[in-house]
T-cell receptor, first 113, second 115 residues
């Protein structure tokens, strides 16, 4: 069974803090993704990584950065958290190739006050 | 712009009623299509997927979806819903032209099944 874990289920941070969200997958997947999920907006892609040290911007990368130093781990960084980054953050991974689906982690609900 | 539309944002049904959730996408050419489900408090999980072949796809828990290329649609169906189907359902498209990486998700449909 594929397992994608995220470091925290709930996180509360103050405006201006640097925030790290960690994601780990145990299936040797090449591709990893970070989304944010907001009511009425569905899932929006922030960044993805197609392999170690490789990353590409998604649809809403502003205010975020990512790091992928090891294949199993993909970190999302909020350089200076703002209240409009309060959201549910979902990590996903998938095997490289056209016929594979994404597997999701449980999500981190981040509140920025 | 590339998009996926789920027109029903909230659906309320009684147990044993039939379900159909709409999903339309705006890409031409070949696409990969998915339905994901998120039960309350749980992570997103795959219900079913379509890559090629038979346009009627069967998934888990009695769900099925039909790909109609001419209508750019991939509607989700279940003949008889249960209380346990209460969840949020997301349609997603992976256009191969995206280099296989990018998935476009719809805004989701919240289904409530009354016991």
């Amino acid at each position: 069974d594929v397992k994608v874990t995220q470091s925290s289920r709930y996180l509360v941070k103050r405006t201006g803090e640097k925030v790290f969200l960690e994601c780990v997958q145990d299936m040797d997947h090449e591709n990893m993704f970070w989304y944010r999920q907001d009511p009425g907006l569905g899932l929006r892609l922030i960044y993805f990584s197609y392999d170690v040290k490789m990353k590409e911007k998604g649809d809403i990368p502003e205010g975020y950065s990512v790091s992928r130093e090891k294949k199993e781990r993909f970190s999302l960084i909020l350089e200076s958290a703002s209240t409009n980054q309060t959201s549910m953050y979902l990590c996903a991974s998938r095997k490289q190739g056209i016929s594979y689906e994404q597997y999701f982690g449980p999500g981190t609900r981040l509140t920025v006050t | 712009a590339q998009s996926v539309s789920q027109h029903n944002h909230h659906v309320i049904l009684s147990e044993a009623a039939s379900l159909e959730l709409g999903c339309n996408y705006s890409y031409g050419g070949t696409v990969n299509l998915f339905w994901y489900v998120q039960y309350p408090g749980q992570h997103l999980q795959l219900l079913l997927k379509y890559f090629s072949g038979d346009p009627l796809v069967k998934g888990i828990k009695g769900f099925e979806a039909e790909f109609i290329k001419s209508k750019f649609s991939f509607n989700l169906r279940k003949p008889s819903v249960q209380w346990s189907d209460t969840a949020e359902y997301f349609c997603a498209v992976n256009p191969p032209t995206s280099g296989t990486y990018k998935y476009i998700f719809g805004t989701g449909t919240r289904l409530k099944v009354l016991a």
